[in-house]
């Protein structure tokens, strides 16, 4: 995404234009929204100082602490490992300690990188490192000791000052990336973006789609669940039926099942597996069935023994992009562009599809009201186990 193309910048002040269009000819809105960004500062100086009294702990003169805040599941960490292992080549006299609300994810992610340590707590006094970073879609600088990162570390400053620069560009529309990154998101799909786009301008650095770099040691775990030596194939069934009324982004029960069976039927020897969480629907086809029985720590080490994996769009999916294993990955309400991998069969939803950050819930309803996503129910059956057997052909 070229961000200097004069249609990208007219796009985009179209898009702050839009974003405060109730309030520029608001006073009222105008000044509420001044009120909340004002209060918000306040509220953050406040809670820092407080955390700086309570625990505030004197720098290593000679290392550099870097704190990264990753928001988001188990898809973004993995996504943020990118930067995390770009930003590591500049500060080499560094440690960096990573927080992500999801449990065991920094380890699951992270846990081959000497250098990462996982934090318990996104709750920590700014000030006790050289570097505080948000990362998700973007990238934002929360504090930084600009004097440190210079002496300790001169060849990240042209990395530093180019995503200062454009996270300032960005101006009001990063003011708070929890509350606009979904626009943002939407903003970039529209005009050709995709997922690394915005990470590398506000990051300040190019982070390629796909990722060349592979975990150097997964916590060995294949045996503990009767798969050494097996030959398998994965699958999870999209993002999980929440009690809530499920994902937008999952595949019909009914396609999972005949997909089980067209699987069976053209490779009788391969062992199918199901991998997922607790909320997942258990299908009895499946020669093994782990969802919900294993530690996330596990699953690189399982995924990375699998023949393929088969799933949505989803956390695993980009796991896998830094394991050997190739995937099948169905697209509906994830738009394939946006998202999709060079080495993995991606298959496309059709006309209707591509609708991430439509609506605040279209993760958990489909954007048009449909009690199941049409999108997902247009990926078939036949077509998986058709890709599944395009991995799997110089097997046969």
């Not at 996104?122 to 004097?147: P, Q």
């Not at 991430?356 to 247009?378: F, H, I, N, Q």
Request: hydrophobic share 40%.
């Amino acid at each position: 995404m070229n961000w200097e193309n004069p249609s990208v910048l007219q796009s985009l002040q179209d898009l702050r234009e839009t974003l405060g269009l109730a309030g520029r000819d608001s006073r009222i809105v105008r000044w509420a929204c001044a009120y909340s960004r004002c209060k918000k500062r306040i509220l953050s100086g406040i809670r820092q100082f407080a955390r700086g009294v309570s625990g505030k702990r004197s720098k290593d003169v000679r290392r550099l602490r870097v704190f990264f805040y990753l928001a988001g599941g188990m898809g973004d960490a993995a996504c943020a490992r990118r930067l995390v292992e770009s930003y590591k080549t500049f500060l080499t006299e560094a440690d960096f300690e990573v927080y992500a609300p999801v449990p065991r994810a920094v380890q699951t992610v992270f846990g081959d990188l000497a250098y990462v340590t996982a934090s318990s707590s996104g709750r920590v006094y700014w000030k006790n490192y050289d570097l505080v970073i948000f990362a998700c879609l973007g990238v934002k600088f929360l504090y930084a000791d600009k004097t440190r990162l210079a002496a300790l570390a001169p060849a990240f400053m042209p990395v530093f000052e180019k995503a200062l620069a454009a996270q300032k560009r960005l101006g009001s529309l990063w003011d708070d990336p929890f509350l606009t990154e979904p626009a943002i998101g939407r903003w970039m799909l529209k005009n050709g973006g995709r997922r690394f786009d915005l990470m590398s301008f506000t990051g300040g650095m190019t982070l390629l789609q796909d990722a060349s770099s592979r975990f150097s040691g997964c916590v060995p775990a294949r045996e503990k669940y009767g798969l050494s030596g097996v030959s398998y194939v994965t699958f999870h069934d999209g993002t999980g039926h929440a009690p809530t009324g499920g994902s937008s982004r999952s595949w019909p029960v009914s396609h999972w099942t005949r997909f089980i069976h067209l699987f069976k039927e053209r490779f009788p020897h391969i062992k199918l597996v199901q991998l997922g969480g607790t909320n997942d629907s258990v299908y009895l086809e499946a020669d093994i069935c782990l969802a919900g029985k294993t530690e996330l720590t596990d699953l690189p080490d399982i995924l990375n023994g699998a023949l393929c994996h088969v799933d949505t769009e989803s956390g695993l999916v980009h796991l896998a992009q830094f394991l050997d294993v190739k995937s099948v990955v169905l697209f509906g309400p994830s738009d394939v562009r946006f998202f999709g991998y060079a080495k993995n069969k991606n298959l496309a939803a059709g006309a209707c599809g591509g609708c991430m950050w439509m609506t605040p819930d279209w993760m958990s309803r489909c954007p048009l009201g449909k009690e199941a996503s049409p999108c997902m129910r247009a990926v078939t059956p036949k077509q998986v186990a058709e890709a599944v057997g395009d991995i799997l052909n110089p097997l046969e």
